[in-house]
């Protein structure tokens, strides 16, 4: 059955990202491993150019209705100072509500090719794989009231306000767990309980979801501490689930433990449908548009081919050929083969098509 795939390549290097996916997708679809249909729509800055806001109706609705959304990047200076709501990032933070992506999955792996790239030593990243698990549609981003009031004599306040209610925690830590029985089987949930009303209510449901998982084991962390353990030993963690701002800043922590944000894929899950048991789902690297080297033809694709990835794993139940492709990447690194942004001595720099040409070459169909 053909599956639907609406790319957004968005801005700066996600449109020379994206290209090296669309031709891993034309090599899978001609040798008979996939079925995809793919359209392509307009995000971010691109998008505002075009219609004057950073996502068209038009589409929103072709990204509600695809199999899946595989998401590029978004922004960069041109757009610095449009009006806040149809700003670049605003088309990402419609599409993950609007979809309803409350689980974020950000994997942080150190492939052992790259352990050296790491700031952090051989020791402490090597073989590293650790799945952080955020809170996407909740929480200080989207809580209300949020705003800026004149006060007068020249001072003003500002009010961002965090807010969960129970359903949107248990949701996430069953999420968290589900994935733990498939890994390593340790959830460490991060919070902030000691100082905030909702991190008090985010352990309480968090170790209420515990009680259903046995066979896992749960360890509660404040979220200031998660950051510092991240750096000091991370591969003490398997599953990190945690709320939307503290998930934003752990998962980066964990990403440059890498070597490179160029490398991280993610994914953005919604509800299993209740008949189906599909799930709405948007896939991205987590890097930025990189508006200093879009053109340049020099971007890694890595992360969008990762996501890519990601996409076969987890929308269309494809396990085996997200590890063929995973197992591609690794080996395209064992080959020597580096982008700029994460070359070392003695390896070969390429250029952003010769990196997804050489994964693709790697693929043994």
């Not at 449901?205 to 991370?234: C, S, T, W």
Request: glycine letters at 10%; a negative charge.
């Amino acid at each position: 059955m053909t599956q639907n795939l609406f790319l957004l390549p968005g801005d700066g290097i996600g449109t020379e990202i994206m290209a090296e996916v669309e031709k891993l997708i034309a090599h899978l679809n001609a040798n008979g491993k996939t079925d995809f249909a793919t359209d392509k729509g307009l995000v971010g800055g691109c998008a505002y150019d075009a219609h004057g806001k950073a996502i068209s109706e038009e589409d929103m609705e072709k990204a509600l209705l695809a199999d899946a959304v595989i998401f590029g990047a978004v922004g960069g200076p041109k757009w610095d100072n449009v009006p806040y709501d149809v700003r670049p990032e605003a088309g990402l933070l419609r599409l993950r509500k609007d979809l309803q992506l409350f689980a974020n999955l950000r994997p942080a792996i150190c492939y052992p090719a790259l352990a050296d790239a790491s700031a952090l030593k051989r020791e402490l990243v090597e073989g590293l794989d650790i799945l952080i698990v955020r809170e996407l549609t909740g929480g200080v981003y989207f809580g209300e009231p949020k705003e800026i009031t004149e006060l007068g004599n020249g001072q003003k306040r500002a009010v961002d306000t965090q807010v969960y209610e129970s359903y949107e925690i248990d949701r996430i830590c069953r999420v968290a767990f589900d994935l733990a029985r498939t890994r390593g089987k340790l959830v460490h949930s991060a919070d902030k309980k000691n100082v905030m009303k909702s991190g008090v209510l985010w352990d309480e449901i968090a170790r209420q979801v515990g009680k259903d998982y046995a066979d896992i084991k749960f360890e509660h962390i404040l979220a200031d501490n998660a950051a510092m353990q991240l750096v000091r030993n991370p591969k003490q963690f398997d599953v990190i689930v945690t709320d939307n701002l503290f998930g934003d800043i752990l998962s980066d922590v964990a990403a440059m433990l890498t070597g490179s944000l160029g490398m991280l894929p993610s994914a953005s899950l919604g509800a299993a449908d209740p008949e189906t048991g599909k799930r709405k789902a948007m896939y991205e690297p987590v890097h930025g548009s990189a508006p200093d080297i879009a053109g340049k033809g020099i971007a890694n694709p890595i992360a969008m081919v990762a996501s890519f990835a990601m996409a076969l794993r987890y929308s269309f139940n494809m396990v085996e050929l997200a590890d063929e492709v995973e197992a591609a990447i690794a080996g395209v690194l064992n080959d020597g083969l580096r982008s700029a942004d994460i070359m070392q001595d003695g390896c070969r720099e390429a250029g952003t098509e010769e990196m997804g040409a050489a994964i693709i070459a790697k693929l043994d169909f």
